[in-house]
């Protein structure tokens, strides 16, 4: 069964606060994975790739753990904009198969 | 500006009304998809097509029709709506199936009463 498993949060943290996201996923032909953002009634947007090496960008990590199946994101100080809803993905070839969701809010 | 383009962005209409909300990318990509959006279940796969007239049901068909005749364009057909279909949907396009990720349209918010 194709799933991807996320905790729904809500995460509420202070601004400059570091926040972390995991994410499970079942099917072990997953062939790449991402982290997407979506504000509120908006469309998915392409935050990040996911690599087994992990990577970095800003204040975004991502880490990739294919023999767990297990994808992590690590939000550095926190701004208001981070807030909104973070999508873990990964793709089969023939779908994107989205996790439902984390919602972080940042408050001042 | 490369995008999708998704028509309309919000429809009201009644059960049984034949509806067509357009989809169009202009990144000349092979495969296009669309999903649907509802609460507490996340974003799912109705239908995709790897390119022109090759089309496959996704985890959600039941109740809708699209057709792949340019590659440009990827209709989605209700051609009897029903209330269960009330629903965000998402057009989203790539160059790779997928292996970079999607390019989302900004969605449709269709209400069928």
């Known amino acids: 069964r194709k799933e991807v498993e996320q905790d729904p949060g809500p995460f509420n943290v202070p601004e400059g606060a570091t926040v972390a996201f995991n994410c499970t996923y079942s099917?072990?032909?997953?062939?790449?994975f991402f982290w997407y953002r979506q504000d509120c009634r908006k469309e998915p947007k392409l935050l990040m790739s996911?690599?087994?090496s992990g990577n970095e960008d800003g204040r975004f990590t991502a880490q990739l753990n294919r023999a767990s199946q297990y994808i992590s994101l690590l939000i550095r100080d926190s701004k208001l904009s981070d807030s909104a809803t973070y999508l873990c993905v990964v793709n089969l070839g023939t779908a994107l198969i989205f996790g439902k969701g984390t919602t972080l809010s940042v408050s001042s | 500006e490369a995008q999708v383009t998704q028509n309309p962005r919000y429809l009201i209409t009644v059960t049984g009304k034949k509806l067509t909300v357009t989809c169009s990318q202009n990144m000349n990509h092979e495969y296009m998809s669309w999903y649907r959006q509802d609460p507490g279940l996340g974003l799912r796969q109705i239908y995709y097509?790897?390119?022109?007239?090759?089309?496959d049901k996704g985890d959600v068909p039941e109740g809708y029709k699209v057709s792949r005749k340019e590659k440009r364009n990827f209709p989605l057909i209700l051609e009897s709506p029903s209330p269960n279909q009330t629903s965000l949907y998402f057009c989203?396009?790539?160059?790779?199936?997928?292996?970079?990720?999607?390019?989302f349209g900004s969605g449709t918010r269709l209400t069928v009463v």
């Open positions: 996911v690599y087994s």
């Open positions: 989203a396009s790539s160059s790779t199936a997928g292996f970079y990720g999607y390019t």
């Open positions: 099917n072990s032909a997953s062939q790449s």
């Open positions: 097509s790897m390119n022109v007239e090759v089309t």
